[in-house]
Nanobody
């Protein structure tokens, strides 16, 4: 059974940084594309960033481009989201997701974590 577990969320002031981690278990070779999504109260879930297996393809939402960095360590079955220059509007529940779909962008993310809360105080 594939499981994704996020960590690294918390409360930071405006301008602060956080690094989220997502560990994938139940799949020896990991998942082809990993992504980070977020959902703020009263809003729909949105894609934040995604990265393919080799790391040569990355996507960022316009709202986070230049502030967030996505990476992965396939030897550890772990994906990361480095978030810098955080703003109050980044406050949300952040989800890690993964898929075996090798198309870019992937048609669907098949596996999801439970989420980690990020709160940015003004």
């Amino acid at each position: 059974q594939v499981q994704l577990v996020e960590s690294g969320g918390g409360l930071v002031p405006t301008g602060g940084s956080l690094k989220l981690s997502c560990i994938v278990s139940g799949r020896r070779l990991g998942l082809y594309t990993m992504g980070w999504f977020r959902q703020a109260p009263g809003k729909e879930r949105e894609i934040v960033s995604r990265i393919n297996w080799g790391g040569d393809k990355r996507h960022f939402a316009d709202s986070v481009r230049g502030r967030f960095t996505i990476s992965r360590d396939n030897t550890r079955n772990t994906a990361y989201l480095q978030m810098d220059s955080l703003k109050p509007e980044d406050t949300a529940l952040y989800y890690c997701a993964g898929t075996d779909d090798s198309t870019w962008p992937p048609n669907e993310f098949h596996y999801w974590g439970q989420g980690t809360q990020v709160t940015v105080s003004s």
